[in-house]
């Protein structure tokens, strides 16, 4: 298939197949069989891990391992009136530029082996520490990642060899009181009082203002089950997110703390955890120099665009969190992307598929040689 099918079109084909067979989070069930398939066609070895989805591929010989990560999972969102998996964050893009950097190396020769690993969960923010359990980063001295860019912060036509991204936390918590009647609200805990309590005081954190922060209420949901009652219980979730990670853990302190606080004063329990921290970027200059050399050398000097700095999070970090050394860096592509990351009718240029694969290619290629 591969000697038949040119390369650019093999990357479109995978695109589509992807992009119409999304899978959430540790789902990517037949997501990782696509991708065995695929590499089976290349005559390229690979590597599933028993639990979870994703799988390893790897070419090249020599002691030294250079990697390339792509995520592989879909949202869960509503797309016209309908909920469903949706690949509206563009992973089923960075699979397919990832696996056309790969088809463009299969059969070169290398003085090091090139990783690719295909992770899941990227979303929930568990899959990179999954991988990482699992041996992943065995011997890899360069990790490098590739994402599309919405369109305001690149256009088609331009590459940047290095996105910082911000940190995050996620907080689920649940306020646990007594209902009451919507004539003795003073028999009972309004928990609605209690999360508008909660909201105040997100918005009256204040940090050093030369730091870029949010702290905000994405779910509230509290149902006495009838219009005059008063509810005492409800669920609540928070996302919190800085540019630095020592940041971070400064929101999640005043968090905690304003919780507690709150808790006393309307003596109502509040319960609380953090379900998921992604670190922010700790960018590698000389992968990130490593990167624009290859933007450079593949695409031409015109393409070649600044570092871009973004509120999103990603769990590409972790890896660079658990193994300090690593000379990593995450290339982001302009895509004239539209509305969003995120946003359910998200559309781009397939054209950035391309000039995604080229550059993942030329910056293995780099490393390896």
Not at 157 to 175: C, R, S
Request: glycine share 8%; hydrophobic share 45%.
């Amino acid at each position: 298939m591969l000697a038949v099918k040119a390369t650019e079109q093999l990357i479109f084909d995978w695109f589509q197949h992807f992009h119409e067979n999304p899978e959430i989070s540790w789902k990517e069930v037949k997501t990782t069989e696509k991708l065995a398939d695929i590499l089976r066609e290349m005559g390229v070895s690979f590597k599933r891990f028993e639990g979870v989805t994703g799988l390893v591929a790897e070419i090249g010989k020599g002691d030294e391992v250079i990697a390339v990560r792509a995520d592989i999972d879909a949202l869960w969102q509503e797309v016209d009136g309908v909920m469903q998996a949706n690949h509206s964050c563009g992973h089923d893009a960075n699979m397919s530029m990832v696996l056309g950097a790969l088809a463009a190396l299969k059969d070169e020769v290398f003085t090091k082996r090139i990783r690719f690993i295909f992770q899941p969960a990227e979303e929930t923010g568990g899959g990179a520490l999954a991988m990482i359990e699992r041996g992943v980063m065995q011997d890899v001295t360069h990790l490098f990642g590739v994402h599309l860019r919405p369109q305001e912060e690149l256009p088609l036509g331009k590459v940047t060899p290095a996105i910082y991204h911000g940190a995050a936390a996620f907080l689920g918590g649940t306020i646990s009181g007594a209902d009451a009647h919507g004539a003795r609200p003073h028999q009972g805990n309004n928990a609605i009082e209690v999360a508008v309590a909660i909201q105040h005081m997100l918005k009256n954190i204040h940090i050093d203002p030369f730091e870029v922060y949010s702290a905000k209420l994405t779910k509230i949901v509290a149902d006495g089950g009838s219009v005059n009652i008063i509810p005492g219980n409800a669920s609540f979730s928070i996302d919190v997110r800085a540019q630095k990670n020592e940041i971070l853990a400064q929101l999640q302190r005043h968090v905690d703390k304003g919780l507690k606080q709150i808790g006393d004063m309307f003596e109502t329990e509040i319960a609380w955890d953090w379900q998921d921290v992604t670190p922010g970027a700790e960018v590698s200059l000389e992968g990130a120099a490593v990167a624009e050399r290859a933007i450079v050398a593949s695409l031409g000097e015109s393409y070649l665009a600044p570092s871009v700095v973004t509120p999103g999070s990603d769990d590409f970090h972790f890896y660079t969190v658990k193994k300090p050394e690593l000379k990593a860096a995450m290339i982001g592509v302009g895509a004239n992307l539209a509305p969003g990351l995120h946003h359910p009718n998200m559309t781009f240029d397939p054209q950035a598929l391309l000039d995604g694969a080229k550059v993942v290619a030329e910056t293995l290629k780099m490393v390896a040689k």
